[in-house]
């Protein structure tokens, strides 16, 4: 072989083989990278020497059928269970407008509240009371709107027919049209004074 058409050998970077270079552009091993490259696949037959990627096996691609079946089993379980959760989000939700469609009993305080309207009704003037009602979310306290031209008299009354002496609040509310002023009245008793003698 004369020396034009001999391979030419050539030193990778980094690399302790040699590789040769053909005519044509392809590499090869050299028989020491060769024999290098049998001995590790004889050492641990699972690992590759090769840069070539292997093709797996078509049994490892695709799912088996058990494992589709479970798979569908396992979606068909979740759907089950959706379904079940919007039933009983339903059922909650009729059974709500059901309760609330329902007439309310009475507040135990409306007798009181009604009482208390007609005194102020019949002692100050007809139209005194503008709104009255009782506030379930505040203990069923009754709730009397008075008239701002009646408010004096009905405070009077208040105080020596009902004995509603002791001012307990007084807050004032902003209801953008207008003022309100709201006033926790309730009966004191007066306790008697006694004083110990020594």
Known sequence: MSDENKPEEKQLEGQKDKVIVT???????TEESARKAAENQQADPDVQTTSEPT???ASELKPSASEDDAAEAEKAEKAKKAAEARAER???RAKKLEEDAAPKEPSPNQPKLDKLVALIKSKVSEGAVEEAYVNEADQHLPYVIIRKEHWKATAEL???KQQMNYLRNLSGVDMETHFEVVY???KRKQRAASRRMR
Request: glycine letters at 6%.
């Open 23 to 29: 005519e044509d552009g392809k590499a090869t091993p």
């Open 90 to 92: 339903a059922a909650a």
């Open 158 to 160: 208040l105080k020596t």
């Open 55 to 57: 093709d797996s096996p």
């Open 184 to 186: 926790h009245l309730s």
